[in-house]
T-cell receptor, first 112, second 114 residues
């Protein structure tokens, strides 16, 4: 079983739509959670951290359910520029420090 | 304020050659991480280094791969006797500290082994 699992998609949605991505993680010792965005053949960029209380950044809302080991990302009013792969990322703090574990990503295509 | 820099951006090697990938962290960052992204797969952690120390190399293949982060100069990921399966994007990230710090990624080096 993968440590972080995501539906690979692609999700094809019209501009203005609301779309939700889900992610599950297997390591109950995971302590920090993030959504990264990766554009084609480029480096991942931090979109937002995810907290148990839920957090919002403009059109993006992230939720964490520790009991279910489940993370979600909601994008409202999708823009063409939102087209990218969205990576669910968890961090387990170990003696070694700060290692990130990535899901394989969910591809989003926003269309006119 | 320059971000994480990696070079070369693209590297082509024939089987059996050596590949050297360089990473210069963000200014003031002393923690460097290397990740590998195989085609159609997610990023996988390889190694975490501080200046002159390897902190966690649990993701490094046991043979042919090595990494260093000397007191002066960039971090180097070295792959000896490359094979076709080493073809991938290699991303470097840096952070300010060890615990709970955001990792900022470089643009990656795309290695193609012929």
């Amino acid at each position: 079983r993968k440590e972080v699992e995501q539906d690979p998609g692609p999700f094809n949605v019209p501009e203005g739509a609301t779309v939700a991505f889900n992610c599950t993680y297997s390591n109950s010792a995971s302590q920090s959670f993030f959504w990264y965005r990766q554009d084609c053949r480029k480096e991942p960029k931090l979109l937002m951290s995810v907290y148990s209380s839920g957090n919002e950044d403009g059109r993006f809302t992230a939720q964490l359910n520790r009991a279910s080991q489940y993370i979600s990302l909601l994008i409202r009013d999708s823009k063409l520029s939102d087209s990218a792969t969205y990576l669910c990322v968890v961090k387990v703090l170990t003696g070694g420090g700060n290692k990130l574990t990535f899901g394989t990503g969910t591809q989003l295509k926003v269309e006119l | 304020n320059a971000g994480v820099m990696q070079n070369p951006r693209h590297l082509v090697r024939r089987r059996g050659q050596e590949a050297r990938l360089r990473c210069s962290p963000m200014k003031g960052h002393s923690h460097v991480y290397w990740y590998r992204q195989l085609p159609e797969e997610g990023l996988k952690f390889m190694v975490y280094l501080q200046k002159e120390n390897i902190i966690d190399e649990s993701g490094m293949p046991k043979e042919r791969f090595s990494a260093e982060f000397p007191k002066e100069g960039p971090s180097i990921l070295r792959i000896q006797q490359v094979v076709r399966g080493d073809s991938a994007a290699y991303f470097c990230a840096s952070s300010l500290g060890r615990w709970g710090e955001t990792q900022y990624f470089g643009p990656g080096t795309r290695l193609l082994v012929l």
